[in-house]
């Protein structure tokens, strides 16, 4: 099937407007995370989910940043009066298995945020 | 908490020639290493991991990585490469038990004609 699809692709806000960002995993996939991407840099997580429940979500850099799951499947990002030092790319991914330290996590394509 | 070095942020190589790609991490007692690739506008794709076992691991597309545990090491090799292996690559590791990679900032291989 389809893979981990994220829709915006991209997305210029305002300084202090608040976004969504939605992420698709493959069907039946149990793990999913957010990780955040700066330009020049590695992926940075965020957080991470097993079916519905959101454990760890020690990689969210405020409490502006929110992250859902609610029916175990798609997942929204919400960052609220999004700041400059937002601007990055989103990455979701997904893995089968719950705690996927060594499945394979299958990415998105990002969405590319830019607050101006 | 780990850290991951990839020493270089671009190596230029011509294509059909053989490339090494630097991957170094700060010491733990177990790891797990990976290896992502990542084409313009596209998610990371797995190339290969190192969970256990045999060091030397074989992944996609004619990559293989040498899990180091002495140097603390996982760098990346292919023999010959192609235009089509211009990308991005990142190295990424993992406490062994931890669900949480740290990569590291990626290394541009752009392989020239």
């Known amino acids: 099937g389809a893979g981990v699809s994220q829709s915006p692709r991209y997305k210029v806000a305002k300084r202090g407007q608040d976004v969504a960002l939605r992420c698709d995993p493959i069907s039946g996939h149990v793990s999913l995370f957010w990780y955040q991407q700066a330009l020049g840099q590695g992926p940075e997580f965020l957080t991470y989910f097993q079916n519905e429940a959101q454990l760890d979500k020690s990689g969210l850099p405020s409490d502006r940043f929110f992250a859902e799951r609610p029916e175990g499947s798609v997942s929204t990002l919400k960052i609220q009066r999004t700041q400059q030092e937002d601007s990055a790319v989103y990455l979701c991914?997904?893995?089968?298995?719950?705690?996927?330290?060594?499945?394979?996590?299958?990415f998105g394509p990002g969405t590319r945020l830019t607050v101006l | 908490a780990q850290s991951v070095t990839q020493l270089d942020s671009q190596v230029p190589v011509f294509e059909e020639a053989p490339v090494e790609l630097r991957c170094n991490y700060s010491?733990?007692?177990?790891?797990?290493l990976f290896w992502y690739v990542q084409y313009p506008n596209q998610g990371l794709q797995l190339l290969l991991k190192y969970l256990s076992g045999s060091t030397l691991v074989k992944g996609i597309n004619g990559f293989e990585a040498e899990f180091n545990k002495s140097q603390t090491s996982f760098h990346l090799r292919k023999p010959s490469v192609h235009i089509s292996d211009t990308a991005e690559y990142f190295c990424?590791?993992?406490?062994?038990?931890?669900?949480?990679?740290?990569f590291g900032r990626g290394t541009s291989l752009i392989v020239h004609p």
């Open positions: 990424a590791v993992s406490d062994g038990g931890s669900y949480i990679p740290t």
């Open positions: 991914a997904s893995s089968l298995g719950p705690l996927g330290g060594t499945d394979t996590q299958y």
């Open positions: 010491s733990s007692v177990s790891v797990y």
